[in-house]
C-alpha cells in the first residue's frame, strides 16, 4: 500500500512538474534548467569587474553583521543565565528562568538585576536560595570525598591473589 501511495505521490508531482515546464514553453525540464543557466551566465558577464567586488563586499559585510549579532545574542544569553545562577536558580530551571526573564536587548546591568528581582517575585519556586547549616559529611570529610574504605592500605599490590592461593591449598604456607 505505500509502495503504491509512493508512486501515485511521485507520479503527480512529476505531471505537475511537466505541465509548469509545458506552461512556460519548453520541452523539458533539462531545456528549462539549460535556459536558466544560460540567464544566469549572461547576468554575471554584464556586471563589470567592480560591481562584481562591490557584491562580494556587500556579501562579506553582511556576514560579518549576522555574525556580531550572534555574538551578542550568546553574549547576552550569557549574562541572563549569569544573573540568575547569582540569585539562586537550579541548572534544571535555569531554561526556564531565562525564557520567563523580562529584560530589553538594550538592557544594563541594574535593569536585569530588577528583572531577575521581579522573576523572583513572580516566580519564587525557580529560586533557590543555597543551603545553609548543612550538616557536615560523615567522618567530618568533605561532601565531595568518599568515606574511607575498611581494610588496610599497606598492602601490596597481588597480596589478596596469593593469600586466595594460599587457602586453596594451591601455595605453600609461609609459617
Known amino acids: 500500500m505505500n ?34 543557466t544560460s540567464l544566469r551566465q549572461a547576468e554575471q558577464e554584464q556586471l563589470t569587474e567592480t560591481e562584481r567586488r562591490e557584491q562580494a563586499v556587500a556579501v562579506r559585510e553582511k556576514a560579518a553583521i549576522d555574525r556580531e549579532a550572534a555574538a551578542l545574542a550568546r553574549e547576552r544569553d550569557a549574562l541572563h543565565r549569569s544573573a540568575l545562577v547569582t540569585a539562586g536558580v537550579t541548572s534544571r530551571d535555569l531554561d526556564g528562568a531565562v525564557a520567563l526573564l523580562r529584560v530589553p536587548n538594550d538592557a544594563d546591568a541594574d535593569a536585569l538585576g530588577e528583572a531577575v528581582q521581579e522573576l523572583s517575585g513572580r516566580r519564587p519556586e525557580l529560586f533557590n536560595a543555597p543551603a545553609q547549616g548543612m550538616p557536615p559529611a560523615p567522618g567530618g570529610a568533605p561532601a565531595s570525598v568518599p568515606p574511607p574504605r575498611p581494610g588496610s592500605a599497606e598492602r601490596k599490590p597481588g597480596a589478596a591473589g596469593l593469600e586466595m592461593a594460599r587457602r586453596r591449598g594451591l601455595l605453600p604456607d609461609p609459617n
Open 3 to 36: 509502495t503504491m501511495m509512493a508512486r501515485e505521490k511521485d507520479q503527480g508531482g512529476r505531471a505537475a512538474v511537466r505541465s509548469l515546464v509545458e506552461k512556460l514553453g519548453f520541452t523539458s525540464a533539462a531545456a528549462l534548467e539549460e535556459h536558466l
